[in-house]
């Protein structure tokens, strides 16, 4: 076994056999060798490395973002005027 350190600025995701675990937060953890954590810095932006939805459904992940939905310009209706 090692440890992962996770400082206050930062979160950690464990996953077990590829597959995703739970989010750790600052502190000291133990993680089995088959266990794997990315850790990511809260200051920057998040690029998650599974499905959004996946990581939503633990509540421990979701108390730490903000998720904002950004609609692509064509899905929201409004068309580009040209003048001619």
Known sequence: MKFVTIYPHQV??????????????E???W???SETVMVYDLTKDFM???ELNILLADPAFGQLV??????DRA?????TASST
């Open 66 to 71: 903000d998720v904002v939905e950004v609609r």
């Open 27 to 29: 502190g000291k953890h």
């Open 12 to 25: 950690g995701l464990m996953f077990k056999g590829g597959n995703y675990a739970k989010t750790l937060t």
């Open 75 to 79: 899905s929201c209706g409004t068309s």
């Open 48 to 50: 998650p490395p599974c």
């Open 31 to 33: 993680v089995w060798p």
